[in-house]
């Protein structure tokens, strides 16, 4: 609760005043059964006259429009509330993603987080309406009718104190029971969304593969577990209001019968019946309206425990502790010094192992290793995508836990492996390098990453709109983009890792050299399969299980490293002498 008070704070007002305009129209509700109780038992039975009817309709009248405005106002007060709470919830929700590290990532799938900032904060807020409309007015009408039942007979009014206990526990047994269901409701929702998310996202693998069977009774599956799950929770609300439309009916007929013999002896009044039967209606429906917000609330509580999941997660990146906050990266120097680390921290097998290497300025630096001998990992460490377990990475000589993350990742411009690009324009996706880049610097940019022939020859150009993830470009064509998008951030380190993987050899051999022209000053650091993308490099760095096990150019590693000659004659023709 104390959590959630920074979000009731700033709309204080609206909860304060939507649940009092709540009690105008309950006040109201209360009153008009004793007016009309007045009607029928002094207006037509004592003889007081029409006039007396018609003064007591207009006081009805002037009730109901003040019960009409405080529910009005009570509804727009309670919308205003809980909308405002719920944006700013998922607000912070989204900002607290965002600052997570990737290991934080791991531990949520993105089908579960998208439902957590959708559906989830959606059930906190429809509950929050529904609280604000209903937190006053039903107790409120629950106690005005109570004692209003009591003053007009109380003998009478004993029926409905046998009838509240046995509600009552009967609203806690079902509250009990549906809390966990809707728990396991909201789990089978994240299935199926992140179902759903990787079908549309790999849409054009699945056809590839023509594997739509497969997907369909995937989602299929993941369909029925939400719908039997939702109908295994929902059961609990249909059972509840048979049981209290139950409860109301027997109970308005008890009262009926015994308040009816009272009429007939001459103990009560026809008036003052119709008054004590509208009343127990009014007693039974304030109950039935806590029994609807308990139900609500059990499963707004389920949707607030996994919303707490992710603003109680402890963000492992920050740079709280950080020494050199207003320092930028301004050279470039990289140094590992007995680096280890591995992804899941209770393996017993380093991802890393006692990794030692000194990158210069300006020098390009190419990585090069079997599938998953560590590459991508070392070069994730550099802007702190994730931290090391043992020893230390520095850039400029200086910790890269010392900088802040703003500063460091700024200095560092990578390309990862995966390219991702944005529904908009190629412009705009390029201007995330640099918002304010001028069309100049754009075209110099993408030209360096050989890119900007083929955008232009497209009709519309730099403003031609790419679908969702740069689906109407070739993987060559996204990859030049994603280099030039990351050119423009003008970074002192360049990180391309295996970036240039489905551009032709040619078209390669041109980065490399613009590189070499234009990024004297730029730290590159190319990881690749292709010994051919690195063979130039001023030097190279060759990994196996996690170690280093070669480092110099390719001249000294033909003569000293196994490992890389095996790769070398690998991809050569047989027939080069080595």
Same mark, same amino acid.
């Given at each position: 609760m104390k959590r959630y008070w920074i979000y009731v704070k700033p709309y204080l007002s609206a909860f304060i005043i939507g649940p009092i305009l709540m009690i105008v129209e309950v006040i109201g509700e209360v009153v008009m059964p004793l007016l009309l109780s007045n009607i029928i038992d002094q207006g037509v039975s004592g003889g007081r006259g029409i006039s007396y009817i018609i003064a007591m309709g207009i006081t009805m009248i002037i009730t109901a429009l003040c019960m009409m405005a405080g529910g009005v106002g009570g509804a727009y007060f309670a919308i205003k509330a809980s909308s405002g709470f719920a944006n700013d919830l998922r607000k912070d929700l989204f900002n607290q993603i965002q600052k997570f590290s990737f290991t934080n990532i791991d531990q949520f799938n993105t089908g579960s987080l998208i439902t957590r900032l959708t559906n989830d904060i959606t059930q906190i807020q429809n509950m929050l309406q529904m609280l604000l409309r209903m937190a006053l007015r039903a107790p409120g009408m629950l106690i005005g009718a109570l004692i209003m039942a009591f003053v007009l007979n109380p003998k009478l009014a004993l029926v409905i104190l046998c009838v509240i206990p046995l509600l009552s526990i009967a609203i806690f047994i079902i509250?009990?029971?549906?809390?966990?269901?809707?728990t396991r409701m909201q789990k089978k929702l994240d299935a199926l969304?992140?179902?759903?998310?990787?079908?549309?996202?790999n849409i054009r693998v699945v056809k590839s593969f023509v594997r739509e069977d497969f997907e369909e009774n995937k989602f299929k599956k993941a369909n029925m577990d939400l719908k039997e799950s939702t109908i295994k929770a929902i059961k609990v609300v249909i059972f509840t209001m048979p049981l209290m439309t139950l409860?109301?009916? +027997?109970?308005?007929?008890?009262?009926?019968?015994?308040?009816?013999?009272?009429? +007939?002896?001459?103990?009560?009044?026809?008036?003052?019946?119709?008054a004590f039967v509208n009343y127990v209606v009014q007693i039974l429906m304030s109950l039935m309206m806590v029994s609807i917000v308990i139900l609500n609330s059990s499963r707004s509580l389920a949707s607030a425990r996994r919303i707490n999941e992710v603003l109680c997660t402890e963000i492992d990146l920050t740079d709280e502790n950080a020494?050199?906050?207003d320092v930028n990266v301004q050279q470039g120097k990289i140094e590992f010094r007995d680096v280890n680390f591995k992804y899941y921290k209770n393996n017993e097998k380093w991802v890393l192992e006692n990794i030692n290497l000194v990158i210069h300025p300006g020098e390009t630096v190419g990585i090069i290793g079997s599938t998953g001998s560590g590459k991508s990992s070392l070069v994730q460490l550099i802007p702190r995508l994730y931290d090391v377990d043992c020893g230390e990475v520095l850039v400029d000589d200086i910790n890269v836990k010392d900088y802040s993350l703003n500063n460091l990742r700024n200095g560092v411009g990578i390309v990862l492996q995966k390219n991702v690009l944005f529904s908009g324009? +190629?412009?705009e996706n390029l201007q995330w390098g640099d918002e304010n880049a001028s069309d100049d610097e754009i075209y110099q940019y993408a030209e360096n990453a050989q890119a900007h022939g083929f955008i232009s020859s497209f009709k519309e150009g730099y403003n031609t709109e790419l679908g969702q993830g740069g689906v109407n470009v070739s993987g060559g064509q996204k990859q030049r983009i994603s280099i030039a998008r990351t050119l423009l951030k003008k970074p002192k380190i360049l990180i391309l890792d295996d970036s240039t993987s489905a551009v032709d050899t040619a078209t390669e051999a041109k980065i490399r050299e613009s590189f070499h022209k234009e990024l004297k000053e730029i730290t590159k650091i190319i990881i690749a399969q292709r010994i051919s993308s690195v063979i130039d490099a001023d030097k190279i760095v060759?990994?196996?299980?996690?170690?280093?096990?070669?480092?110099?150019?390719?001249?000294?590693?033909?003569?000293n490293c196994e490992t890389y000659t095996e790769i070398y004659y690998s991809q050569m023709d047989k027939k080069v002498t080595a």
């Open positions: 509250m009990k029971v549906a809390l966990p269901r809707f969304n992140t179902t759903t998310q990787e079908n549309l996202t409860a109301m009916n +027997i109970t308005t007929l008890a009262v009926v019968w015994f308040g009816g013999n009272q009429v +007939i002896v001459g103990g009560m009044t026809s008036g003052v019946l119709t020494l050199h906050k324009t +190629i412009k060759v990994l196996d299980d996690g170690k280093i096990t070669g480092m110099g150019t390719h001249e000294e590693l033909m003569k």
